[in-house]
């Protein structure tokens, strides 16, 4: 505790109703005792950090001038919401975010009435805010629902759906605040065309807000986000006499107030613990190095050997690893901003023009470009390569972050081969069977954090596709992991041997195609299969068992059983307790051969 800033005036904010009565200078002190407190707390838990402090002077006035939770403050994306949770009401555990049973790193709906929607992934704001202020205005009751306000910022404004809400907000008329946190427009750095119109208007470079005020916004700004009397200016006059759909340009600086922040390459946008005087952080020694690297450092090597091999990602190039490929192929590298359909359809069209895309996009976030993967990418056959990060259960993101669901919706799609590394060597060679097939598109996937300490081939050697591996020869029982769960398959193996039951241990590699001939093998020479993923219901078990029904393989009394990520979202903790949680590691899969034998 000692250790902790001093912040008397922080201490006596229960709530936004206690900033009601404070002046323009003492918000401006609060602001300064919340940026601390908020380093402090970031300091002893990691998270989100750059962003946040660059909307504490935001938060501050936001709450001062507005009348949450009647009022809807909608934050976007939500990782800048650190010092919004701080002024409404939980304070007390904001040490506990992003660890198990404490706070979320995001907004959250049932967490507190202060966040009215839930936001982890991006863009979403201005579509929530409006449906808000309809559903107001359809009910003709502001009792519920005040104003709405939602605070789009840190490259959310990148994505087509912030358009799509601004087209219809425009069009409807009806009385919404949107503020624009211009903070570089970007996760990483500031990429796109709005950025640089943005920083135009910031330096009176462009006619102010003519994009905005003809799409139907009044426009304001750009007002220097760290000024509190300038934000409390604009904000109270505008909540006075808006009568329609409102843009507030709010220029921000990512890590503002903390040095190690400011200077670094990415202004802290995600950090580990650190020592908030020195601003080192406290990374964990690695044993191995991480699937992420595995994937640049064996994409780098492709690339080198094929100039048609190019790398495409959205918003998130240290996240994939793709910094690494552009140092060595800048002109191959292409970061499209938060726009996952685009950078589908982008990488779709540059396989149909003679390229070799490889498309990184992670899990979760290849969601959001779901009907362009169908419809532009597996409808046309064209050979995108998907290279999918953090799949699986991903620990202090939470739910909102699993890779939870990307076997069952791409292994559903005509022409489709998905594979998953359940190591780093295997994904080397994923990656040079992704840069060799052309006959349409491929994809291959690998969790978060690092590798199982493998021996690394120094070449990948394209897998044969459709085609599995036998690891173990045993009887009467068969374990058919597909994926990064192989390792716990390996303990549970040893841990039944000392039990007296010897499993064969296979490697499925692919879900589509199915290894028919290792499958129905396997099902012939023993008496129970199990299967095993780090996916959602749907996925990898599901066809297998489609394929053993079809066989009739059931028919002469094969026992099965599927392990998978149980039917629910799984809140954050570590990756280990998450999957004990889900009921995936080594015990339970020994639990489950015991059942059955």
Request: aromatic share 6%; with cysteine; net charge negative.
């Amino acid at each position: 505790m000692s250790d902790r800033p001093a912040t008397p005036l922080l201490d006596t904010i229960a709530s936004p109703e206690d900033l009601k009565g404070l002046s323009a200078v003492e918000l401006d002190q609060l602001a300064h005792e919340l940026r601390a407190e908020t380093i402090s707390a970031v300091s002893e838990t990691g998270g989100h950090l750059g962003a946040g402090l660059g909307v504490v002077e935001l938060s501050v006035a936001l709450h001062a001038v507005f009348d949450a939770p009647r009022d809807k403050i909608i934050w976007d994306v939500g990782h800048q919401s650190y010092p919004h949770k701080i002024l409404t009401g939980r304070r007390d555990r904001i040490r506990s975010l992003r660890q198990a049973g404490g706070l979320s790193g995001f907004t959250k709906r049932d967490e507190s009435p202060f966040d009215p929607f839930g936001a982890a992934h991006s863009s979403t704001s201005i579509s929530a805010a409006l449906g808000f202020a309809v559903a107001r205005d359809l009910q003709g009751d502001t009792s519920q629902i005040g104003d709405v306000v939602a605070v789009i910022g840190d490259g959310a404004m990148s994505a087509g759906m912030a358009y799509e809400a601004i087209n219809n907000a425009g069009h409807l008329g009806t009385r919404v605040f949107v503020i624009l946190n211009d903070n570089g427009m970007s996760i990483a750095q500031p990429v796109g065309a709005m950025s640089r119109y943005l920083g135009g208007l910031y330096e009176g470079e462009q006619t102010e807000g003519r994009l905005f005020e003809d799409l139907g916004f009044a426009y304001h700004g750009p007002v220097d986000g760290h000024d509190m009397g300038a934000l409390l200016q604009v904000l109270r006059d505008q909540q006075m006499h808006a009568t329609g759909p409102v843009l507030i340009h709010v220029a921000t600086k990512k890590g503002k107030g903390y040095a190690p922040a400011e200077s670094a390459r990415d202004k802290w946008h995600g950090v580990s613990k650190f020592n908030v005087a020195t601003g080192e952080q406290s990374k964990a020694p690695s044993n191995a190095p991480s699937f992420t690297h595995v994937f640049a450092q064996s994409l780098i090597a492709e690339a080198a050997r094929d100039d048609r091999i190019c790398a495409v990602t959205a918003a998130m190039p240290d996240g994939t690893g793709l910094n690494l490929f552009a140092k060595d192929f800048p002109a191959r590298t292409f970061d499209v901003g938060i726009a996952e359909q685009h950078a589908v359809t982008f990488s779709a069209a540059l396989a149909a023009g003679g390229m070799k895309p490889f498309c990184a996009i992670y899990s979760t976030f290849l969601q959001r470009g779901f009907d362009q993967v169908v419809h532009d990418v597996a409808l046309q056959g064209l050979p995108v390569r998907f290279a999918i990060d953090r799949a699986g259960l991903v620990g202090a993101d939470g739910a909102t972050h699993a890779g939870a669901f990307d076997i069952a919706y791409l292994s559903n799609l005509p022409g489709m081969v998905v594979m998953a590394a359940s190591d780093e060597a295997e994904l080397r060679h994923m990656v040079a069977t992704a840069a060799t097939y052309d006959e349409g598109p491929i994809a291959f996937r690998f969790p978060r954090g690092e590798g199982r300490g493998v021996e690394l081939p120094e070449q990948g050697v394209p897998l044969e596709i459709g085609k599995g591996r036998i690891l173990r020869h045993g009887a009467d029982v068969a374990l058919l992991s597909f994926g990064a769960r192989l390792e716990e398959v390996l303990k549970a193996a040893d841990m039944l041997t000392g039990q007296g039951i010897t499993p064969t241990v296979a490697d499925a590699r692919f879900a589509k195609p199915l290894d028919r001939a290792l499958i129905l093998g396997l099902a012939a020479t023993h008496k129970s299969l199990i299967t095993i993923e780090e996916g959602a219901a749907g996925g990898f078990g599901a066809h297998v068992a489609h394929l053993l029904a079809e066989e009739g393989v059931f028919d002469r009394g094969l026992k099965f059983r599927s392990m998978m990520l149980p039917d629910a979202f799984i809140d954050q903790a570590s990756p280990s307790a998450m999957y004990a949680e889900a009921a995936l590691n080594a015990k339970h899969i020994v639990s489950k051969v015991l059942e059955l034998v």
